[in-house]
C-alpha cells in the first residue's frame, strides 16, 4: 500500500472537513448550534435539516435594494434606510420557540438606543400566513413604533434573497436565524450578533452606538459574534 498517497489523499480531504465544520457551526462557534434555527410545525415540514448559520463575507459595498410590505400594508422600499444606521432579523409569528425571546431583545435595544437614526427591520420567513394584519397585531405584543421597527411580508423568493444575500444568514419557510446584523448609514454590514446570548447583545448595542457616532465616510471592519 502506497502510504505517502494515503497521507495526500487525507491532506485534501482535511481542509474541506474543516470547512464543512465551520459552515455548519457559524460564526458564534458550536455554543450557537443549538439557537441556529427554528421552525414552525403549523408550517409544514422544511426540507431542510439543519440550517447554519451563513458566514458574512467582508465587503463595503452597500446592501442591495428590496421592497416589502409593512404591517400597516404599506410598500416598503429600503432605500428609505438610507443615512440610516438599522439592524436586520428574520423570524415569524406563529413561531413555537424563541422568536418572542429574539424580538423582546430587539425591542428592549430599540427602547435603550432612543435614536430616530436608528431602525429595526425585521422579515418574516412566513409570508403567506404572516399578512400586514398578522404581522400588526404581532408588533402590537412589543408596543413597537412603526416608524422605527418594520415587520416584512411579501414575496417569499424576495425574502429569501434578502436573508441570504444582505443579511447572511440561512432562511427558509418557516426556518430562520437567532441572530440579528447591523447596518450603517450607507447601508455596509457591520456587525452580526446571536440575539439569545446577554453578552452578545450589549456588544451588538456597544457597534450601534459607535455607528451612529462615527463619520459617514467610515468604514470599520465587521464583527461577527
Not at 464543512?20 to 421552525?39: E, I, K, M, N
Not at 415540514?45 to 446592501?63: D, G, Q
Amino acid at each position: 500500500m502506497n502510504t505517502n498517497k494515503i497521507l495526500n489523499k487525507k491532506n485534501r480531504v482535511a481542509p474541506f472537513l474543516i470547512l464543512a465544520a465551520t459552515c455548519f457551526f457559524g460564526c458564534g462557534g458550536p455554543g450557537d448550534l443549538r439557537d441556529v434555527s427554528t421552525r414552525s410545525k403549523s408550517v409544514g415540514a422544511s426540507k431542510i435539516e439543519n440550517a447554519a448559520e451563513a458566514t458574512p463575507v467582508a465587503t463595503s459595498e452597500p446592501a442591495a435594494r428590496f421592497e416589502l410590505t409593512d404591517q400597516e400594508g404599506n410598500q416598503f422600499d429600503s432605500s428609505d434606510l438610507q443615512g440610516k444606521v438599522w439592524m436586520g432579523s428574520v423570524f415569524f409569528a406563529n413561531c413555537p420557540g424563541p422568536c418572542f425571546r429574539e424580538n423582546q431583545a430587539i425591542a428592549d435595544i430599540l427602547r435603550e438606543i432612543d435614536d430616530p437614526n436608528f431602525v429595526a427591520v425585521s422579515l418574516t420567513c412566513d409570508p403567506e400566513n404572516d399578512t400586514p394584519a398578522a404581522l400588526e397585531h404581532y408588533a402590537d405584543r412589543f408596543e413597537a413604533d412603526p416608524q422605527r421597527w418594520k415587520f416584512l411580508t411579501g414575496d417569499m423568493d424576495v425574502i429569501k434573497r434578502v436573508g441570504t444575500k444582505t443579511f447572511f444568514l440561512p432562511v427558509e419557510i418557516g426556518v430562520h436565524s437567532e441572530r440579528g446584523v447591523v447596518f450603517d448609514r450607507q447601508g455596509r454590514l457591520r456587525g452580526s450578533y446571536h440575539l439569545l446570548q446577554e453578552d452578545r447583545v450589549e456588544r451588538l448595542k456597544k457597534l450601534i452606538r459607535d455607528v451612529l457616532a462615527e463619520d459617514d465616510a467610515t468604514v470599520e471592519t465587521q464583527e461577527v459574534d
